[in-house]
């Protein structure tokens, strides 16, 4: 059986911080909120992913108060909240400073995508980031592949190919990005549902044609545009090995482990 591999995990007992030579700044409509070319990013424990943290001198367009109802002590790693307002809006507890000397005078800014409010858009350097700070650590490779693999569904087939697009993500499940041309067409009918992904860009859907409902919904996606770094799966689909099973030379593809 082919397994995925665990997905990377911070240290669960410290911050752990990087410095950054980027360019970055976040805006909240047409207001640039931050400003920074001295950042860094922070790994929080229990957080698989990593944020910025800004030297208070480069929050340009708005305004910090302690927050007025700050979520439980310990809370992001022991740090104090505060409330961020920019043009006249507040937005509660958008902001915290992280304990320790390294992070003196600095701030943390939640990111919309990630927390639900924030600030909406992000740039490193001219590119605009999503969800999350890419890590500098992790690597996303997407490989032509002759390998064959066919996806199915309760028995039926709904995808065959010998030339796929192999992407490996550092920490996560290999994904099988299958040409249009391999695809069962008529079985998939395309979801309204879109994702976005800081590596590889703006994700759209196909569901199931014939299963109604959950089981069918969003089963597979696809980039129709995606990020330079992974051209080469525009318009290719991958699907959910929870969902489907998918055949690799002949081996069954393990769905992903809970813990991912």
Not at 49 to 58: E, G, N, R, S, T
Not at 84 to 100: C, F
Not at 174 to 179: H, M, S
Request: glycine residues 6%.
């Amino acid at each position: 059986m082919l397994a995925p591999a665990p997905r990377f995990a911070p240290p669960e007992d410290r911050l752990t911080y990087h410095h950054s030579e980027r360019w970055v700044r976040g805006r909240i409509g047409d207001t640039v909120v931050v400003d920074s070319r001295r950042p860094l990013l922070v790994w929080e424990p229990g957080l698989p992913v990593p944020f910025y943290v800004f030297p208070l001198a480069d929050l340009v367009g708005g305004t910090l108060r302690p927050a007025e109802q700050p979520p439980e002590p310990g809370s992001r790693a022991g740090s104090s909240f505060h409330d961020l307002t920019v043009d006249g809006v507040t937005l509660p507890n958008a902001a915290w400073t992280y304990p320790g000397d390294v992070f003196a005078q600095t701030v943390c800014l939640a990111w919309r995508e990630w927390f639900g409010q924030g600030v909406e858009r992000w740039y490193e350097e001219d590119e605009e980031v999503f969800v999350h700070p890419r890590d500098p650590f992790s690597r996303v490779d997407s490989l032509p592949s002759t390998r064959h693999v066919v996806v199915t569904h309760e028995g039926v087939v709904l995808a065959d190919t010998r030339r796929p697009v192999l992407l490996f993500e550092t920490g996560l499940p290999t994904r099988y990005y299958i040409p249009a041309d391999d695809l069962v067409q008529e079985l998939l009918l395309p979801s309204e549902h879109h994702t976005r992904c800081p590596y590889k860009g703006v994700a759209s859907y196909w569901s199931l044609r014939q299963v109604p409902g959950a089981a069918g919904r969003n089963i597979a996606w696809y980039y129709p545009d995606p990020l330079p770094s992974v051209a080469n799966i525009a318009g290719f689909t991958a699907f959910y090995p929870e969902r489907v099973t998918i055949l690799v030379d002949g081996e069954s593809v393990s769905p992903p482990t809970p813990h991912r």
